[in-house]
């Protein structure tokens, strides 16, 4: 069942709920969600998304919403989306109902893009979620991705795997830039992809206004949306 299956799914299962309803369920392909969390600093890289949400519009055919949609992980509602985007540089500590949807969200076939904005030298972000993945899903559950995933050829070719970005300080707080992201799959299925490069800073700037630039830095973004749409 591909992600696009199991939202319809869900928005019905929401609506036998009572759930209100996402506008935007009814008239795009995707929008972007940013899931809100009580701990730490989820709000980083306000232009990353509208950059992101360009580039969508530019290089596919989907139909896209112009918004970017913050939803607060403790409500129901991000169960309906396609996608959700979750940052920060400081502590992150699910409460229960923010632990429970997500959970729920990434077991059956959600799709979630985390990011750790990397600023903090102790690791404090990458540490903290670290943490609750394992607590969640099982100490073993986060893996390295190999080079070779599909992700790095839904749609544009990314043959080395994850590109750089000029915003990766400290990795995981110990001082080492990686060069693989990492993930948790359920069913064999990519439902949580974890990221320490900071790519939000990174597509926070606008490459069209940059001339130092040789191309759109945000072209993996659209591989990371279209796996999550079509996996």
């Known amino acids: 069942m591909k992600r696009s299956e199991f939202l319809r799914l869900l928005m ?3 609506a ?14 995707f929008w972007f969600t940013r899931l809100k969390y009580d701990s730490g600093d989820w709000d980083v890289d306000a ?3 509208s950059n992101l949400i360009t580039s969508l519009i530019d290089y596919t055919h ?6 970017e949609h913050v939803v607060a992980l403790s409500d129901p509602k991000i169960l309906e989306a396609p996608f959700c985007y979750l940052a920060g540089h400081k502590l992150v500590e699910f409460n229960p109902a923010e632990r429970r949807n997500f959970e729920r969200y990434v077991r059956n076939g959600g799709f979630v893009f985390v990011d750790d904005c990397n600023h903090d030298i102790d690791g404090l972000f990458a540490k903290s979620f670290e943490a609750q ?6 100490k073993s559950a986060l893996k390295k991705l190999p080079n070779k995933h599909p992700l790095y050829s839904s ?3 990314f043959p080395d795997g994850p590109p750089a970005t000029g915003f990766e300080l400290n990795g995981w707080g110990d001082d080492l830039v990686h060069d693989y992201l990492k993930g948790i799959e359920i069913n064999g299925r990519l439902g949580l992809l974890y990221s320490n490069k900071d790519y939000g ?8 206004n940059k001339r130092f630039l040789a191309e759109d830095n945000t072209k993996f973004a659209v591989n990371i949306v279209m796996y999550a749409l079509m996996s």
């Open 62 to 67: 989907l139909r896209i919403d112009p918004k």
């Open 47 to 49: 232009r990353m998304p």
């Open 133 to 138: 993945m394992a607590s969640i899903f099982g």
């Open 16 to 29: 036998a709920l009572l759930l209100p309803p996402v506008r935007a369920a009814s008239h795009y392909d």
């Open 201 to 208: 800073c990174e597509w926070d700037y606008d490459w069209r």
């Open 12 to 14: 019905g299962a929401s």
């Open 155 to 157: 749609f544009f070719k």
